[in-house]
């Protein structure tokens, strides 16, 4: 997996990027300077560009970013992130479990179709401050998509949710996760999820390290579901807390959901540790619909949902655990340690 490390403004850390992903995303030019010739699209993509410009101007310079970098029009970038627009949809398993002395176990299953090498990094944003953030980045989706963690303490990952609704007239869910790594507390998170509506529903993990608190956010179209994590908990990619869960489903969505929290349930808080809370993410099933686990040793990624990495978090032990099921590496962190590659 490459890991590398970009500084700077939005722009250029953005900017950056691109460069990284240029290769893979000169692939993937061409089919969206193709849809950006009908009319419905690109008048879409100017709208968006408006409320960005608006909502979330740095964002939207990071964009840029991506685009002057890796060679790709802006518009056609802005198109790259917006999900709602192709019905993109994703799978991944969340497991916490709370240890009696308050400290919390956490292990995240990312499970995507379309992530191959080439086009996956571990990347770390270092602003001018001094502030970082670190997360598991894909070169067609802004960060915030997948897992990560900051130097305030906040340990994130987010879970697609199959939307009941979508709202095209809303700023897109990779804009809204990518502005919530940024949260310095669970209290600022909260108020960068509730400031807009979204144009797509999605899940929202995070554990607030210097607080000692965790919470779930499901975060619909126009409202949005709070649920405090204590004790043990464990998700997949439906409605858990909404009025209408926990429909709609997705692909094997309520086994995972099942059989994560029936696994969790079986872990001891007192002796648990976090190889068995990964453990939990790790299950394999019989069949391929029935496993919370898919190897992409034995199923396409390119087009499947595959389990590509898994990251585990001991809060504990100050412990950052990361496989790559892609190049078959694992790497052992201090919270605060990043040791780039590339």
């Known amino acids: 997996m490459k890991i590398f490390e970009v500084k700077g403004s939005a ?48 964002l939207l310079d990071e964009a840029y970013g991506r685009a002057d970098g890796s060679g790709m029009s802006r518009h056609a970038t802005l ?35 379309g992530f191959v090498f080439g086009n996956v990094a571990l990347v770390k944003y270092v602003w001018p401050d001094g502030r970082w953030l670190v997360g598991y980045s894909v070169a067609e989706k802004l960060l915030g998509s997948t897992w990560g963690y900051n130097s305030d303490g906040m340990v994130f990952s987010t879970n697609f949710i199959a939307p009941a609704v979508r709202d095209l007239d809303s700023v897109s869910r990779y804009y809204m996760a990518r502005d919530a790594f940024d949260a310095r507390d669970l209290g600022d998170l909260l108020r960068r999820l509730a400031r807009l509506e979204v144009a797509s529903p999605f899940s929202f993990n995070a554990i607030d390290t210097k607080r000692g608190e965790a919470l779930n956010v499901e975060k619909d179209v126009k409202k949005m579901y709070v649920t405090p994590i204590r004790g043990r908990y464990a998700r997949s990619n439906h409605f858990t807390s909404s009025p209408y869960s926990p429909i709609p489903m997705v692909g094997n969505t309520m086994f995972r959901y099942w059989k994560a929290n029936d696994l969790i349930s079986e872990l001891d808080p007192e002796t648990a540790d976090i190889f068995q809370v990964r453990g939990v993410t790790d299950f394999k099933g019989p069949d391929y619909m029935h496993t919370v686990h898919f190897s992409p040793d034995t199923n396409d990624p390119v087009t499947l949902p595959v389990t590509v990495a898994n990251f585990a978090f001991d809060q504990a032990a100050g412990k950052i655990y990361i496989r790559d099921f892609l190049e078959h590496e694992e790497y052992v962190w201090d919270y605060g340690q990043f040791e780039p590659n590339c």
Do not use: I
């Open 11 to 58: 722009y250029e850390q953005g900017f950056q990027v691109g460069e990284r992903f240029k290769d893979w995303l000169q692939t993937k030019a061409p089919g969206y300077e193709e849809a950006l010739k009908k009319p419905a699209l690109s008048d879409f993509v100017k709208r968006a560009e408006e409320r960005l410009a608006k909502e979330y101007p740095l």
């Open 79 to 113: 198109l790259m992130f917006s999900p709602e627009v192709f019905n993109k949809e994703e799978g991944c398993t969340t497991a916490v479990l709370q240890k009696p002395d308050g400290s919390f176990l956490f292990a995240h299953n990312e499970d995507d179709p």
